[in-house]
């Protein structure tokens, strides 16, 4: 009975303190992160040549740009850059907001987000560095299975399965990148291959932080019984014999996969 109470007092204790923890982290965060860096390169008249220090778009961005959608002239192309460019430097004000215990994402305020979508085609990766818990800025991740249809598949929080998101969301972030899986690595059978696999196998899997732990990583591809965001995507490519993870650690993080080698970027905003 005395050993019962004892835990229980200690519980109440740790709980305590994930509290103060998650308040003043949530503070931390508002005064002492800008989680949206504007470019260190004043706005200019948009050229070939300072497209992606103007917008943050890549060559590879441009061309998907042009692919998806019915531009009927070079201007309307050259206007709708301009858009990006515009988006790309001006400042935006954030608000935090808890998604789970004392796990936080950082929004543009609503007045203030675009409507202008990541640039993405199947199998690309959307990254974020808006989430955090306690003080470890950790990002979250996506994997795009429908560009058409502007659907990712995303593990978002702790007590949540994965599921099916629309690629609107990433407007309320104000930093995102967009990555894409090398040309010499890529081909359509292999991208649609991922996706299915994804849609059959990591939909409705239960959110699990110690994932690449327990279970291992191994273990993982074999017997899907927990994920999170950057091993779900880990995970679509790593069943195909692609290991995302930069660093090769037990557990993806969505840094590990924004460094790498394997990956080529599209897009970058709000990041520096």
């Given at each position: 009975?005395e050993?019962?109470?004892?835990k229980?007092?200690?519980?109440?204790?740790?709980?305590?303190?994930?509290?103060?923890?998650?308040?003043?982290?949530?503070?931390?965060?508002?005064?002492?992160?800008?989680?949206?860096?504007?470019?260190?390169?004043?706005?200019?008249?948009?050229?070939?040549a300072?497209?992606?220090s103007?917008?943050?778009?890549?060559?590879?961005?441009?061309?998907?740009?042009?692919?998806?959608?019915?531009?009927q002239?070079?201007?309307?192309?050259?206007?709708?850059?301009?858009?990006?460019?515009?988006?790309?430097?001006?400042?935006?004000?954030?608000?935090?907001?808890?998604?789970?215990?004392?796990?936080?994402?950082?929004?543009?305020?609503?007045?203030?987000?675009?409507k202008l979508?990541?640039?993405?085609?199947?199998?690309?990766?959307?990254?974020?560095?808006?989430?955090?818990?306690?003080?470890?800025?950790?990002?979250?991740?996506?994997?795009?299975?429908?560009?058409?249809?502007?659907?990712?598949?995303?593990?978002?929080?702790?007590?949540?399965?994965?599921s099916?998101?629309?690629?609107?969301k990433?407007?309320?972030?104000?930093?995102?990148?967009?990555?894409?899986?090398?040309?010499?690595?890529?081909?359509?059978?292999?991208i649609?291959?991922?996706?299915?696999?994804?849609?059959?196998?990591?939909?409705?899997?239960?959110?699990?932080?110690m994932?690449?732990?327990?279970?291992?990583?191994?273990n993982?591809?074999?017997?899907?019984?927990?994920?999170?965001?950057?091993?779900?995507?880990?995970?679509?490519?790593?069943?195909?014999?692609?290991?995302?993870?930069?660093?090769?650690?037990?557990?993806?993080t969505p840094?590990?996969?924004?460094?790498?080698?394997?990956?080529?970027?599209?897009?970058?905003?709000?990041?520096?």
């Amino acid at each position: 009975m005395e050993s019962n109470v004892k835990k229980s007092i200690v519980f109440a204790f740790i709980l305590l303190l994930i509290s103060l923890l998650a308040s003043f982290t949530h503070e931390y965060f508002l005064r002492e992160h800008r989680v949206h860096k504007n470019p260190t390169v004043p706005l200019q008249p948009l050229t070939r040549a300072n497209l992606f220090s103007q917008t943050g778009i890549t060559e590879l961005g441009l061309t998907t740009l042009i692919d998806q959608f019915d531009l009927q002239s070079s201007d309307e192309l050259i206007d709708l850059l301009k858009e990006y460019q515009i988006y790309y430097h001006t400042p935006v004000e954030t608000s935090c907001e808890y998604i789970a215990g004392i796990s936080c994402e950082d929004f543009v305020v609503p007045n203030q987000r675009t409507k202008l979508l990541p640039i993405v085609e199947d199998g690309d990766i959307l990254i974020t560095f808006s989430a955090h818990t306690g003080i470890w800025r950790n990002g979250h991740a996506a994997l795009v299975i429908d560009a058409k249809e502007k659907q990712t598949i995303e593990s978002t929080a702790l007590g949540t399965d994965s599921s099916i998101q629309n690629l609107s969301k990433w407007t309320r972030y104000p930093n995102y990148a967009v990555f894409r899986l090398r040309a010499d690595l890529r081909s359509d059978p292999l991208i649609q291959d991922i996706i299915q696999y994804a849609t059959d196998n990591l939909l409705d899997i239960p959110y699990n932080f110690m994932v690449g732990i327990f279970p291992s990583k191994a273990n993982s591809i074999t017997d899907v019984i927990g994920t999170q965001c950057s091993h779900l995507v880990w995970q679509a490519y790593a069943k195909y014999g692609i290991d995302l993870d930069a660093d090769g650690g037990l557990i993806c993080t969505p840094k590990d996969l924004f460094f790498s080698p394997y990956l080529e970027l599209v897009q970058i905003y709000g990041i520096m």
